[in-house]
């Protein structure tokens, strides 16, 4: 079968995806660096995403960011960023036939940053303002506690955004000195994707866009310096009992995020997992939708994930419950995951389809978007070094049995394998404690 997708391989390497999306006029062009928070040290926690920021505070030949901006403006673009424990992004959305402007936007971004102290002075009060939003929104911030309670003290339970006091300590030279690091070609993709043609032009004669674009591509970053990358501390899984993490907050809405270890990228019991979060918490026909909201109303939401890393994972629901019935909010969600374990309530064929086109439609309707594409593709890239296309995702998702999904559950659900991470007004964590046993 044909590959929806193209690559090429510079000989620094940096690598170049391109993903024609036939009948779409727009398109997305992205770089992704395999950098981000589980790389620093605690002295320069938030690093990464004060990085992301300052990327569009002004290069040598867009001095600041008024220039960027308005560079981006003029032809109808949208530009952003974002930044996790294992990668960064920055992308523009714009026409296609402005690829090439964008291209030269987001490699001047990359190799020519200016970062003047002055910005970085300046910028450090919107991050700490970005930290104190999120540490009011607990519906975000109860997972940033979740992790510190799942990851322990560790970079992959620190916060994205880092620490106030760690922000206002961060100089110019440290991020000469984590880009020096990190954002090197062999360790950085860079995806076009959307109205890019693929093969000849349409007039049969002359150079592709494809190939096009790959001369402009290594126009721009083909000098770029290869280096050794920094290395990544695995997280190891010591838990022998069920922990509770309690952050003091008076709502009128609690917050939780209960879950347990799971498994890193590239399982091979990764896609049985992510049917199992569609089981239990995805979407509003869900096994815990039902018990927990429908049936006995204790939470405006609740949902079920799985999320990987190179070396570890985790499958998690949170909600957001009734402060006086947070107990039973808990027992029910337990009691579900156990059910289904241990066979209580065991899984029917018309349960696992449901489960399995849910997971196939949600990923049909975001590659209708070229950035959600760049990123289905430049994430595992950046992070494998290796893809899946959009039908070989399906595939395996498709190829998960009912015998695969119970063997998930009974492999991950252990009482002493138990977290609960609770935003809301308590004091008493031995309360909250007893119902993990």
């Given amino acids: 079968m044909q590959k929806p997708y193209t690559t090429h391989t510079f000989p620094n390497g940096l690598q170049l995806i391109l993903a024609p999306m036939p009948g779409v006029k727009s398109a997305t062009v992205m770089v992704m660096v395999g950098a981000g928070s589980r790389y620093e040290q605690k002295k320069i926690n938030g690093l990464s ?40 992004g920055f992308y523009i959305k714009a026409a296609a036939n402005h690829v090439p402007l964008l291209v030269d936007v987001l490699s001047d971004m990359l190799l020519h940053s200016l970062f003047k102290p002055e910005e970085i002075e300046r910028e450090k009060g919107v991050i700490i303002e970005e930290i104190n939003m999120y540490e009011d929104t ?39 000195t984590y880009m020096d690091g990190l954002y090197r070609p062999n360790n950085t993709v860079m995806i076009v994707a959307g109205g890019i043609s693929s093969g000849e032009s349409r007039k049969g004669k002359g150079e592709s866009t494809e190939k096009k674009i790959t001369e402009l591509v290594e126009q721009h970053l083909g000098t770029w310096e290869k280096k050794k990358i920094w290395d990544w501390d695995k997280n190891l899984d010591t838990q022998k009992a069920p922990r509770v993490k309690l952050e003091f907050k008076q709502t009128e809405q609690a917050h939780i995020a209960l879950g347990v270890r799971a498994y890193p990228l590239g399982h091979p019991k990764e896609y049985a997992l992510a049917v199992l979060a569609a089981i239990l918490g995805g979407g509003m026909s869900s096994r815990l939708f039902i018990q927990v909201r429908e049936r006995r109303g204790l939470a405006y939401y609740v949902r079920s994930d799985a999320e990987h890393y190179l070396d570890t994972g985790g499958f998690t629901t949170q909600a957001g419950v009734d402060v006086n019935r947070i107990d039973d909010a808990i027992k029910v969600i337990i009691s579900e995951c156990f059910a289904l374990s241990s ?53 395996k998702i498709e190829a998960v049995t009912i015998a695969d999904v119970l063997n998930v559950a009974k492999d991950i659900f252990h009482h002493q394998k138990l977290n609960l991470a609770i935003i809301g007004p308590y004091k008493d964590q031995g309360r909250f404690e007893k119902l993990l046993t």
Avoid: C
Avoid at 58 to 82: M, Q, V, W, Y
């Fill in 49 to 88: 995403h004060f990085l992301e920021h300052m990327a569009f505070k002004g290069t040598k030949k867009r001095p600041s960011s008024l220039i960027i901006s308005s560079t981006i403006d003029a032809i109808g673009g949208e530009f952003n960023a974002f930044t996790s424990k294992d990668h960064t």
């Fill in 138 to 176: 607990p519906i975000r911030h109860i997972g940033d506690i979740y992790e510190e309670l799942l990851y322990g003290d560790h970079s992959l339970g620190w916060n994205i955004a880092g620490k106030a006091d760690v922000i206002r300590s961060i100089t110019r030279a440290n991020f000469k």
């Fill in 343 to 395: 066979g209580v309530n065991p899984l029917e064929q018309k349960e696992l389809t449901k489960a399995k086109e849910y997971l196939k439609g949600r990923l049909t309707l975001e590659l209708e978007d070229s950035r959600s594409v760049a990123g289905l593709y430049a994430t595992q890239e950046v992070l494998q070094r290796k893809m899946l296309s959009p039908d070989e995702i399906i595939k």
